[in-house]
């Protein structure tokens, strides 16, 4: 039995998804609600659905799992309730590392490249543990990633009782299916195509940077299939262990991606630039690009989808048909 906390958002239900065609069974640790969350479960309904709030019971008499894919999170870069955000992404993560590590159960999570804050070189974005000490996010939810990878490290230097296997990743800017429920956090990707197949152009931000033009903000954009393809690589290593970055490796403009989207969708390239709300100027990361050699290191030797193929398919077989989702 596998359990994955946040299994009906975004990456957690396509890996979900994924799991299910391995024919393992599931435990999915979500809410909800009463919106749409629940149709990124309507082709793979888990075995069993609990809330966040029936865990800790739940954990009293759970047997045989063999896994914890800990994905569930506040996950809004906008986050300011400090307290929910400790409490949900520091507290209940430190709580299932303990729980893993006392019943010898592998614990793979969910870490966040938004730890890395204003870095803007390559080199800044190296994922080894002595670097990732001095990391300064940007915002409450870069922080409570931050705390919690220092946390994983500091509990191995100090000798605790740890996981069998335990692994981070700080995801870069992952987009795809089943997304459709994040409201403002949803990708840009996403965003795009809505405004272009209405007949729009593509609005991106005015750069908030003298140094960087308009529209030639970089991020590495990972497909959400990626993704999936790594976490179940790590469950299928169990002796790798450590924090590792999840992205392509290569940094793309907003413009590229603008591009991308409009080919993808059959629209002419049309792109207009809006100012950046001011709630995002200073909070704003300008150049994101994961470094993969530590990930490569470890065994992992796949190559990335690219952004113009992962938009593609993103249209082609989700958004632009009359069921989009996983």
């Known amino acids: 039995m ?8 975004f990456i957690g239900s ?3 998804a994924a799991l299910k065609a391995r024919g393992e069974r599931t435990v999915i640790v979500d809410r909800l609600r009463d919106g749409s969350k ?5 082709h793979h309904a888990p075995d069993v659905l609990v809330s966040p709030d029936e865990l800790p019971v739940f954990l009293e008499s ?3 799992v063999s896994a914890v894919f800990h994905l569930g999170a506040i996950s809004a870069t906008t986050a300011r309730d400090g307290d929910l955000v400790w409490s949900t992404n520091v507290a ?3 709580r299932l590392r303990g729980w893993c590590a006392q019943n010898g159960t592998r614990f793979i999570y969910a870490s966040s490249a938004a730890t890395y804050g204003a870095a803007d070189r390559p080199e800044q974005f190296t994922d080894a543990p002595d670097a990732i000490e001095a990391l300064a996010p940007l915002n409450l939810y870069g922080w409570s990633k931050q705390v919690f990878d220092r946390k994983m ?3 191995q230097a100090a000798g605790e009782a740890m996981p069998p296997q335990w692994a981070g990743l700080k995801f870069f800017n992952v987009y795809g299916p089943n997304e459709y429920h994040k409201g403002g956090m949803i990708s840009v990707v996403k965003v795009k195509y809505d405004e272009v197949a209405r007949g729009a152009a593509a609005r991106l931000f ?3 940077r003298s140094d960087i033009a308009d529209g030639e903000q970089k991020r590495d954009f990972i497909w959400v299939g990626d993704v999936v393809d790594v976490l179940l690589w790590l469950y299928d290593h169990p002796e790798v262990s450590g924090i590792y970055n999840c992205g392509t490796g290569v940094a793309r403009s907003y413009v590229d991606l603008a591009h991308a989207v409009c080919d993808a969708a059959g629209q002419p390239r049309d792109i207009a630039f809006v100012d950046m709300p001011e709630a995002l100027r200073g909070q704003y990361q300008s150049y994101t690009c994961a470094d993969l050699t530590r990930l490569r290191a470890a065994g992992y030797d796949r190559p990335f989808t690219s952004l113009e193929e992962g938009i593609t398919r993103y249209v082609r077989d989700h958004l632009a048909t009359p ?3 996983l």
């Open 206 to 208: 005015r750069s908030d």
């Open 38 to 42: 629940w149709r990124n479960l309507r």
């Open 92 to 94: 209940l993560s430190d």
């Open 2 to 9: 596998i359990i994955v906390t946040g299994g009906a958002g």
């Open 62 to 64: 759970a047997r045989d």
């Open 323 to 325: 069921d989009p989702y």
């Open 153 to 155: 490290l500091a509990a």
């Open 14 to 16: 396509c890996l979900h």
